[in-house]
């Protein structure tokens, strides 16, 4: 019989603000584009729900899974990511790089990690690749104690999302005697708003959910200068696109909202690409608004076994079909395949922007932006074209 590699993603907390183009795509949209594809049909089941996910994290975990698989199951892995037949490793080495640079300014902590039953022979090409390619630790586990080994798991996952995320991995996940593997990847992003919002402005103001039922939810207010533009779906579906950068300029938030009240953010998501995203800085201009942005959290935990699946990697999780022989002389197969986010958005940012917004307050009335409606957001990694977490906000 096969025995069990059990395929794990910790994606981690997104802080918002704690004081808290057309060429070929890059490895980045490649990877995210795959992500958003899963996210698609995430919200197609659930289009009156929170809805958060990493596009990035979940191209990750197959990346890190690509140097040990074999024949079909490679081929899969590899086309539905779009890399390159043979050997990706030197992108996603410099992907990684650029993701985690300092000069990014805000904090991006990527952390990949490989637990091993112990005694489990691995192929130490397929570690030293990990290794290189994703600074992917391995360490070994007797997972014959499944609540220790869950927790020795949860720590790790702890410690790398600063405590954000503490419980992902549970007994019941480890109690089989197959389990040979636990590959596990954790990203933790903290950023500072460019132009910060100021808390005293945050007031009540009615929020239509996707159910249409009105309720009050605390509005975050700024008056500033944003990137936004008009961008409409190929049927015509008109939609406004908003652009937040954070203070190091590298990664951005984009907010994605239907221009019209009749039409449902679910018919806006399908058309979302990597291609689309970056159809939008042709589209988008700089503009003095007054914005109005909910403050929101969410936190998911998904089964991406199915929808992985459904996008045409099915091999990997066959029992009779999974071929990892790049991994171990022992047989192996994917039983399980989850991610658990968590984004919590608030105001707070540097006072840097606070002179920029006295300036600009001083004259006109500029129009304003209300979102006040479900809508979509994305926080993307622009020089790379990443998109390391995206989510539907029916509800704030």
Known sequence: MKQILLGLYALGALCAC???????????????????????????????????????????????????????????????????????????????????????????????????????????????????????????????????????????????????????????????????????????????????????????????????DVSKVPMMSQLSIFNLGMASTPQGLRYRVIELPYHGNSISMLIVVPADEDVSLSSVIPHISTATIQSWTKLMHMRKVRLLLPKFSADAEVDLKGPLMALGITDAFSQDAADFMHLSSEPLFVSKALQKSKVVVNEEGTMAAAATTAILMARSSPPWVTVDRPFLFLIRHNPTGAVLFMGQINQP
């Open 18 to 212: 704690k004081v808290v183009l057309s060429a070929a795509p890059t490895y980045g949209e490649r990877g995210s584009d795959l992500g958003i594809q899963v996210f698609q049909q995430m919200v197609r089941s659930k289009p009156l729900e929170n809805v958060v996910l990493s596009p990035h994290g979940v191209a990750s975990i197959l990346g890190m899974l690509l140097p040990g698989a074999h024949g079909e199951t490679r081929k899969q892995i590899v086309s539905s990511l779009r890399y390159k037949r043979n050997g990706p490793y030197k992108m996603l080495r410099k992907l990684h790089k650029n993701l985690t640079t300092k000069s990014n300014q805000d904090l991006v902590l990527i952390a990949n990690a490989m637990f091993s039953q112990k005694g489990f022979p691995m192929d130490q090409t397929f570690v030293a690749t990990n290794k290189a390619n994703f600074q992917c630790e391995s360490r070994s586990l007797d997972f014959s104690s499944p609540s220790a080994a869950a927790d020795n798991i949860n720590a790790w996952i702890s410690n790398k999302t600063k405590g954000h995320i503490t419980s992902l991995m549970k007994a019941v996940m480890l109690d089989s005697p197959l389990t040979r593997l636990v590959v596990l990847n954790s990203i933790y992003f903290k950023g500072l708003w460019k132009s910060c919002f100021e808390p005293n402005n945050t007031k009540m103001r009615p929020f239509t959910a996707g159910d249409g």
